[in-house]
């Protein structure tokens, strides 16, 4: 079974920053693409950052500019370095990977989230 864990999550003023990170855990072979995505109240998960394997980075429009994603493949862990973070940022933070375990399957992985909250 493979685990994703979100940490780093908290309270912000705006304009400050937060590094989220999500480690992976399990019978893992070998770890694809990883994201992140968030999700605001009322509203629908969205698509935040992405990282191949090859450190290969995509970021959403909204947080290009201000959101760093990276990875550390030894570790098997994402990050996501948010500065300049808006009021709009307020969202939980879910991980998201693509995983091949040790018994060849491939699964899309999700952690369980991580609150940040940015306020004024």
């Known amino acids: 079974q493979v685990q994703l864990v979100e940490s780093g999550g908290g309270l912000v003023q705006a304009g400050g920053s937060l590094r989220l990170s999500c480690a992976t855990s399990?019978?893992?072979?070998?770890?694809?693409?990883m994201g992140w995505y968030r999700q605001a109240p009322g509203k629908q998960r969205e698509w935040v950052a992405a990282?191949?394997?090859?450190?290969?980075?995509k970021y959403a429009d909204s947080v290009k500019g201000r959101f760093t994603i990276s990875r550390d493949n030894t570790k098997n862990t994402v990050y996501l370095q948010m500065n300049s973070l808006k009021l709009e940022d307020t969202a939980v933070y879910f991980c998201n990977a693509d995983v091949l375990s040790t018994t060849r399957s491939r699964t899309s992985v999700w952690g369980q989230g991580t609150q940040v909250t940015v306020s004024s």
């Open positions: 399990g019978s893992i072979l070998r770890i694809g693409d």
């Open positions: 990282i191949t394997s090859g450190g290969s980075t």
